[in-house]
């Protein structure tokens, strides 16, 4: 027994060699200097993508050599980011490494629980440890430490701005309203009902005038799908009805579960189906729901001709289009 106490106290250590800091004050001094720096350029990075985040405009580029055109934004946040954490780590390893206390210590192992006795020590070894960290002494890192961690806590914060402003009316509006044309796509050519045969479907988007173009946002919310059956093969009511123009039908392509396009038809059950959820609407009942997760229908764009005979909308679709959000019910 006694011989085991003798190999846990003296397990055959190379003899304890002192850091240049516990023996020399010039060089505790530069170390927590060098501590202090890296806590000052974590701030730093940290401002650096708090200022991208906020200030620099999404549209600008910036050339790197071997990487190409970089988006100037996304670019300071990045580096702002991997700044503020690897520099945050790297002073804290610094600091442990060369001023914390460099002791050997030897832990005997005890019972899982502690008796209060121990838990006592522990708390009061604890506190001398925060002591003996010298924090109290060594205000530059206290302050810089402080000016990192509380910089790099505000990061989080910034998410909070893409919540928000509400979307209020704007989901509602496409570019769709009473008289717009129906133009191919790709093509933008206007239709007409003859260019669709029964069992065809088309994409179409709203014509533009010549001082117009598109942007992203408008094809995603404005693309439609036409669809041509035999009139007699609608199951709608009266108004629903009078939407179509000689068995055309028109809605939505955005999914009303989470916005996909609804890309796919079946010619034989006339069912359009969404790819992402397999959300199924049925084109005879004005895209009813009859599978999957979403919980309302296509909304349809009423249609109709005009004098030229090409075919144009009635009105701005029926509903808001795309997926449900929390400003709806549905
Ligand atoms: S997005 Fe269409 S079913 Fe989910």
Redesign the pocket.
Known sequence: MSSEIEMIKDPGLPAHVHRSMDIDPKAAQRAERQVAILFILSALGTLLLIYSYVFVQDDIFIFIPVLGNMHAQQLGIGMGMAIALFCIGAGAIHWAKTLMPDEEVIAERHEFRSDDEDREEFVKTVKEGAAVAGLGRRPLIKRTLGAALGLSALTPLLLLRDLGPLPKDELTKTSWKAGTRLVTDPGDRPLRAEDLEVGAVAQTLPELAPDQHRTLNDIAKDAVLLIRLRPEEFNLDAERLSWTHEGIIAFSKI?S????A?ALYEQQTKHLL?P????TFDVTRAAKVIF???ARPLPQLAITVDAEGYLIAQAPFNEPVGPSFWERSS
């Not at 579960?257 to 996909?260: E, F, L, N, Q, S």
């Not at 992402?276 to 959300?279: A, D, T």
């Open positions: 999914c579960h989470m916005g996909c609804v969404c992402c959820h397999q959300s999957g997760p979403s």
